[in-house]
């Protein structure tokens, strides 16, 4: 009898149940195996009359039925061996798996994790450098590229750029590579970063300040103000213009939107604030029926002295305007300035300008000419009642000439009666003269109480010296006023009709406007000095100018140095000017109060003046040097009532002026 070794599963082989070796006798040993299954069970009884032994496979079926015990047996030893075989199996590529992961963990531990994209550029599964380098490359026109906002929406919209490197805007690109996190731990994580991509917003890195700035800048290209309605005029037919709601840019949130959007490929719609309007279209329609449409229905009137201004609907049109009421509505109001402009055309000779009282010279003495008291009309008050007269029908009567009766000078002339119809009266107001009879007149038999000197000077600085000498004469200064010549004259420009004039520029010769006007301040301070004036403040020059008397001269700078004086007496005084091609001479007329006198000092602490060599200026010219020096003046005044006297010194140190030279010895 055979049995199958129990060593080979699925293989039959024949054993003789004589002896340890297979039968030699056997006329044929034939095995039959089937699919493996699990190893039979003992051997059967021994069959005399059988030929062959032959391994018939299991019948699969439940134990017990259908298979006798020992095949019941074989069946189990085959499914344990199966599960062995799985579990083996499994093990392995549980084993494999485990390898695998580890590589994959070690070779990408410093890469960025897999899958990752910034902005669509693709960096999962690079070293850090490489990301870096790909998201400078990538992105780096994007950076560089202006910004686009938009404010709004629909057609409305308003759209500009700025430039991102004046906003302080840039990428961080290390930071936006530390955004990606670091290798994930989870295999199934890993796994399913090889099927599956994660988008990155790319970090920015910038200065909120300058992003606030730039985009105030951008604002005036964004926002849309709001519009109130109102009515214009198209010469004398009014047009309804609608209201319109505005939008303007929230700049408190705007800049963050900004910085967080300004790497998008879309523009950068900004936050913007609603302006809603007030004036409703019943409010416009209510005053275009009721005030504009009548307004210009005809001509008004402003009755003057003797003469009245016509106003034609279309110049009416020019200065009726309408402001929101607040309530849904418009006010009409009349546009002072440019209908002003409109009655002066006829009402201007009605008017007449004031004149101050001045002196007639005779000599050393002079007369009083009488002020003219001037007459202007207070368009402000005159206009107060136009848009009433402007409501009233317009085939009104035109109004009358008005003229009012004489009246004393300087008195307030006649109120015209109330005017009719569409018609105003012309306010008129008298205008007082800056400087009275009565002032010239309180300075009594006046006489020339100071008065100085100087000559010699080129033709360009004397047009200046001759301006401001027509500026300054017939000035007044009042008792107790204080006299500036800077504040006198204003600034001295072109357009006041000073010229370029020789000025010394650093050591060298050079040109500029008002050149001379130093020379007038020496002469105006001389004679407030000897006219036993006040002396408020003055400044000498620098360096020593030999035509002028030493430690006592001025020199002035618009905006810096000024020359002031001031009128201490009871009564004023009266500055005349009197200017020739090589000399201007300046008299104080007024009370005399003092007899002045000047008491010159030594010339002590000498300096040397150096040499400075100039050689490297094109506009150099050689001159000597003078030295410096101090001095002291002193200003005695007597005091012709009383014959009481005090003095006034006052040191002055000149620096010395250096020898130019320009080279070549």
Request: charged residues 20%; negative net charge; glycine residues 12%.
């Amino acid at each position: 009898m055979t049995t199958p070794s129990p060593d080979s599963p699925g293989d039959t082989r024949l054993e003789s149940t004589g002896g340890d070796g297979p039968g030699p006798d056997a006329e044929a040993t034939r095995a039959m195996s089937a699919e493996p299954g699990p190893p039979a069970g003992p051997p059967s009884a021994y069959d005399p009359d059988a030929e062959a032994t032959v391994q018939i496979p299991p019948v699969a079926g439940p134990p017990g039925e259908g298979a006798p015990d020992g095949a019941s047996e074989h069946a189990d030893g085959g499914s344990s061996r199966s599960r062995r075989t799985l579990l083996v199996a499994g093990a392995a590529v549980v084993g494999l798996l485990a390898v695998l992961y580890v590589g994959d963990l070690l070779i990408s531990a410093t890469n960025v994790p897999r899958g990752v994209t910034v902005a669509g550029v693709e960096i999962g599964g690079m070293n850090r450098l490489a990301a870096q380098e790909a998201l400078r490359t990538e992105l780096g026109p994007r950076v560089s590229r202006p910004i686009t906002l938009v404010a709004g929406g629909g057609p409305e919209a308003r759209t500009t750029t700025i430039d991102p490197r004046a906003a302080g805007l840039d990428l961080d690109v290390a930071a936006t590579i530390d955004e990606a996190g670091e290798q994930p731990l989870n295999p199934f994580t890993r796994l399913s970063s090889f099927f599956a991509d994660r988008e990155i917003a790319p970090i920015s890195k910038g200065n909120p300040v300058a992003i606030g700035q730039a985009v105030d800048a951008a604002r005036p290209q964004l926002d849309r103000p709001s519009v109130e309605g109102t009515i214009r005029f198209e010469g004398d037919r009014p047009v309804p213009v609608p209201s319109v709601p505005g939008a303007i840019v929230d700049s408190r949130t705007a800049p963050d939107v900004v910085f967080a959007h300004w790497l998008d490929s879309a523009p950068v719609g900004l936050p913007v604030t609603e302006q809603p309007v007030t004036v409703t279209q019943d409010g416009i329609d209510t005053a275009l029926r009721e005030v504009a449409t009548p307004a210009v229905a005809g001509p008004a009137y402003v009755v003057g002295d003797a003469k009245n201004a016509t106003l034609s609907p279309e110049e009416i049109g020019s200065f009726l305007k309408f402001d929101p009421d607040g309530s849904g509505g418009l006010t009409p109001r009349v546009d002072v300035p440019a209908a002003e402009r409109v009655a002066e055309r006829d009402l201007a000779s009605t008017e007449a300008e004031p004149k101050d009282a001045t002196f007639a010279f005779e000599g050393a003495g002079a007369t009083v000419v009488p002020a003219v008291t001037g007459r202007t009309i207070d368009y402000g008050k005159t206009f107060e009642g136009l848009v009433e007269a402007l409501g009233r029908p317009a085939d009104a009567t035109p109004p009358t000439t008005f003229t009012p009766p004489p009246v004393p000078p300087g008195a307030t002339p006649a109120p015209p009666p109330p005017a009719s119809g569409r018609a105003v009266n012309a306010v008129y107001t008298t205008t007082p003269p800056k400087v009275t009879t009565e002032a010239l007149q309180a300075l009594g038999p006046a006489t020339v109480i100071g008065e100085f000197q100087t000559n010699g000077f080129a033709a360009d600085s004397g047009q200046n010296i001759k301006r401001v000498a027509e500026i300054v004469n017939g000035a007044t200064v009042k008792p107790g006023e204080t006299f500036s010549l800077n504040g006198f004259t204003g600034p001295r420009d072109a357009s006041q009709g000073f010229v370029e004039a020789g000025i010394i520029d650093d050591g060298v010769p050079g040109r500029g406007i008002g050149g001379g006007i130093s020379q007038f301040a020496t002469t105006l301070y001389n004679a407030s000095y000897f006219a036993g004036l006040q002396q408020v403040e003055h400044k000498e020059h620098s360096y020593y100018i030999s035509r002028y008397p030493a430690g006592r001269e001025a020199t002035v700078f618009e905006g810096a140095i000024d020359l002031k004086f001031r009128n201490d007496g009871d009564t004023p005084v009266l500055i005349r000017t009197q200017w020739t091609p090589s000399s201007i001479k300046v008299q104080i007329y007024g009370q005399k109060r003092y007899d002045v006198t000047s008491q010159t000092g030594p010339r002590t602490n000498p300096v040397a003046p150096g040499t400075r060599d100039l050689s490297d200026n094109p506009r150099c010219k050689p001159s000597k040097g003078v030295g410096g020096f101090t001095i002291t003046d002193t200003r005695v005044l007597k005091d012709v009532r009383t014959g009481q006297t005090k003095s006034e010194p006052r040191t002055v140190r000149y620096n010395p002026e250096p020898e130019i030279t320009c080279g070549g010895g």
